[in-house]
């Protein structure tokens, strides 16, 4: 019985040992997610909690590492992940458990820099892009088919080497896409809208609406009545890439408000260049007929480049591109290929002056420099993979250094210096055309000495050297270096109002040397003067022929846009100017130009130091470009001497004064008045004129001005009235074409108390 007992008494205590176990909570263990991760490298702080139990609790773990207050700070496991099994006990004695999976992650990358960029950001606000038509670069570039691109443009632009449709994307169409958005959209056709419109909002000119910013798709022969979804004359469609986008459109639309406002006729430009009204982005399209895509009218790269030399002018003088413009004229497609095709960039921002590069471009670098240029995202289609166009902008790195006359490398700044330009004026400075000492800066040329400062700046068809000097070849017969150039000036109306043809009669340049600067104006100036000497050894045997030679100061303003070597008919410098006025040895000697012919006469001859002047606007940037060749052939060598630029204002009248203020008696007699007065400042040469009206009818006679400080006045007057008073007006003009005048009086009065 007492083992019977004893086992009851034990079986009892059993029970209640169980059951007390029995009585425990579910405890509970946070944090709940069962994975725990850090940054490799780094700590991670962890607070385990419990409840479901009777507080206080203390923790342990397996691994050992959790202290019993449940607060730890874990390194991240350099390896694979481990368990932590994680154990508490309440105050009851009651446990519970929880396993955790602790691993680490590789840091994040650090944040990425936007990739370096050579674009003006925030700078450029007008953007111009003109699109031609199915050339190839080697189509273009050096062809005589296209004087204006080759000459005027790309020695004033930046231009890409290595520019091309995206690969195998053809024909028209597709690439005005890519231009629009990134891709082609699956489109390989040249299809109107209504066949290939896209629904999609995720293109150009939506991403600057939404942003603020303006655009305009300007067309050649579109009326301007309707949204331009079908062909108008020479008009297609497929060259506006606008018009296939269902929000421009509103769903191919001919009366949409949307497209009419933005899709304009070309022929609107020129009034929206004027008014300053313009777009931010202005997409231009030329017919077929002058976009290069067909022979309208003979060869169409011909008509091309006329079409470029009548409308781009334009756009450089307008406000919009001088103040934060860029124009960028590019080909939709290769021919036969991908390209390379053509990309010119022209900006008062853009390196220009002939730069080029060979960096690898697709129309996706185009999109992606006018996003990046207007700061609009996202980045549309495979403009996210693109190299902008930023290489083509920003100015040369050189800097003015001493002078040299080595012309093997000559640096273009010391030019500059040279003539006198001030150096914080020049924003860059080049040769477009050059041959081995054809240029150089010299102390003295010959019995010639500069006109300020040590040196002076000597181009020439030739070698530019005098006797004394290395490389120095006699004039006669001349350098002829072989090279000849298509007409590099074809936009001639006369030859002070543009730049050429007339200047090139035959239509060809020989052995063309150029030396180019872009400027920026002072505030304070309102105009240049620079002198000049041109020399010949055409003179005179080449005189009204097509052997003259030539000399041009070619300059780019808003203010003045042509060719400032010119004499007083209006003539350029060549062996025929009037201005050929040095012909004696003695003024030519050591020049190599005081040559004779069998019977004696003097051959070569040099204009002497001449002047002149041009206006400009205060802070616009201007090109001035000296340019001189042979012409009919490369024989017989001239030369320009460039020195004492300078920037000016307009003349100052000052202490305007007459001897005599008032004449009397009033008995007929023509009186002597002299007229004192300053003038100050001015560009170029100064003249001075006097002009006289009265207050009264005059008689015959009774003015007389005798010279630019003297005049002589009836003493006369009306027997009515206050007397009779005479405005004696000083006039200066410089030869930029400003005037100045002040006003000086002289009275005859009505009688002597007055």
């Known amino acids: 019985m007492k083992v019977r007992i004893a086992m009851a008494v034990l079986m009892g205590l059993a029970v209640t040992a169980v059951a007390a176990r029995a009585q425990c909570p579910v405890l509970t263990i946070g944090p709940a997610d069962p994975t725990l991760v850090a940054i490799a490298g780094e700590l991670l702080q962890v607070t385990f909690t419990a409840s479901g139990g009777t507080a206080p609790y203390t923790f342990s773990s397996n691994p050992q590492g959790v202290p019993a207050n449940g607060i730890v700070s874990f390194p991240a496991p350099d390896a694979q992940s481990i368990t932590l099994v994680v154990s508490v006990t309440d105050a009851a004695g009651c446990t519970g458990q929880k396993s955790y999976s602790f691993s680490a992650i590789a840091p994040a990358p650090p944040p990425q820099s936007p990739p370096p960029t050579g674009l003006p950001i925030g700078q450029i606000h007008t953007v111009f892009v003109i699109v031609m038509e199915n050339r190839n670069w080697a189509d273009i570039k050096g062809s005589t088919a296209a004087p204006y691109i080759n000459h005027s443009l790309l020695p004033l632009a930046s231009h890409a080497e290595q520019y091309f449709n995206p690969p195998g994307v053809h ?116 017919n077929v007929c002058d976009d290069m895509q067909s022979s309208c009218a003979g060869d169409s790269v011909v008509a091309g480049d006329a079409g470029l030399s009548r409308e781009v002018p334009k756009i450089l003088a307008s406000q919009a591109y001088q103040s934060g413009g860029a124009l960028f004229i590019t080909w939709d497609e290769g021919t036969g290929g991908d390209g390379p095709i053509g990309l010119i960039a022209l900006s008062p921002l853009a390196k220009g002056n002939g730069y080029t590069n060979s960096i690898h471009y697709t129309h996706s670098s185009m999109l992606r420099t006018i996003e990046t240029l207007f700061g609009v995202a996202p980045l549309l289609g495979d403009a996210s993979n693109a190299t902008d166009l930023g290489d083509l902008f920003g100015m040369p790195v050189s800097t003015p250094g001493p002078s040299t006359t080595d012309d093997h490398d000559p640096n273009p700044l010391d030019y500059g210096v040279a003539m006198d330009i001030p150096t914080e004026s020049i924003l860059s400075a080049s040769f477009p055309a050059r041959h081995l000492f054809s240029a150089t800066t010299a102390s003295r040329w010959g019995a010639i000495q500069p006109q300020r400062g040590p040196s002076m700046v000597a181009l020439s068809t030739g070698n530019a050297s005098v006797e004394g000097m290395p490389g120095f070849t006699d004039p006669q017969p001349g350098t002829d270096f072989g090279a000849q150039t298509a007409n590099p000036f074809p936009t001639a109306v006369t030859c002070r109002d543009s730049l050429g043809p007339d200047v090139i009669p035959d239509g060809a340049a020989f052995d063309l040397t150029e030396l180019g600067f872009t400027l920026r104006v002072p505030e304070t100036a309102s105009g240049i003067s620079f002198d000049f000497n041109f020399l010949t050894s055409e003179f005179p045997e080449s005189v009204c022929t097509t052997f003259g030679d030539r000399f041009l100061a070619l300059l780019e303003s808003r203010a003045y846009r042509g060719n400032l070597a010119i004499d007083t008919a209006g003539q350029p410098m060549s062996a025929s100017t009037s201005w050929l006025t040095v012909t004696d040895p003695g003024g030519l000697a050591g020049t190599g130009m005081e040559h004779f012919d069998v019977a004696g006469r003097p051959e070569g001859a040099a204009t002497g130091w001449r002047r002149v002047a041009a206006p400009v606007v205060p802070g616009e940037q201007i090109r001035l470009r000296f340019v001189v060749f042979d012409t009919g052939d490369g024989l017989n060598d001239s030369q320009a001497l460039i020195d004492n630029f300078a920037w000016c204002a307009a003349p100052s009248i000052g202490s305007a004064a007459v001897d005599r203020s008032s004449v009397w008696p009033p008995n007929g007699d023509l009186i002597d008045v002299g007229i004192n007065y300053d003038i100050e400042g001015g560009c170029g040469p100064v003249t001075s004129t006097l002009t006289v009206t009265a207050n009264e009818r005059l008689a015959a006679g009774d003015i007389l001005v005798v010279d630019g400080h003297h005049v002589r006045l009836r003493a006369a007057r009306l027997g009515s009235g206050s007397g009779r008073i005479y405005t004696v007006t000083i006039s200066a003009a410089d030869g930029a074409g400003h005037v100045s005048r002040s006003n000086v009086a002289v009275t005859v009065p009505h009688d002597r108390r007055r």
Not at 261 to 284: C, M, W
């Open 171 to 286: 024909p028209s169409l597709p690439n005005y896409l890519w231009l629009e958005g990134g891709s082609n959209f699956a489109i390989g056709d040249d299809n109107v809208p209504y066949a290939d419109h896209q629904s999609t909002t995720h293109h150009l000119v939506t991403l600057l609406q939404n942003a603020g910013l303006s655009w305009r798709s300007y067309q050649e022969d579109i009326p301007g009545d309707a949204c331009p979804l079908v062909g108008f004359g020479r008009y297609v469609p497929s060259h506006n890439p606008m018009v296939y986008f269902d929000d421009v459109t509103n769903a191919n639309d001919p009366a949409s408000a949307s497209c009419i406002k933005h899709v304009r006729p070309y022929a609107e430009l020129q009034t929206d260049l004027v008014t300053g009204s313009v777009a931010n982005y202005n997409f231009i399209t030329p």
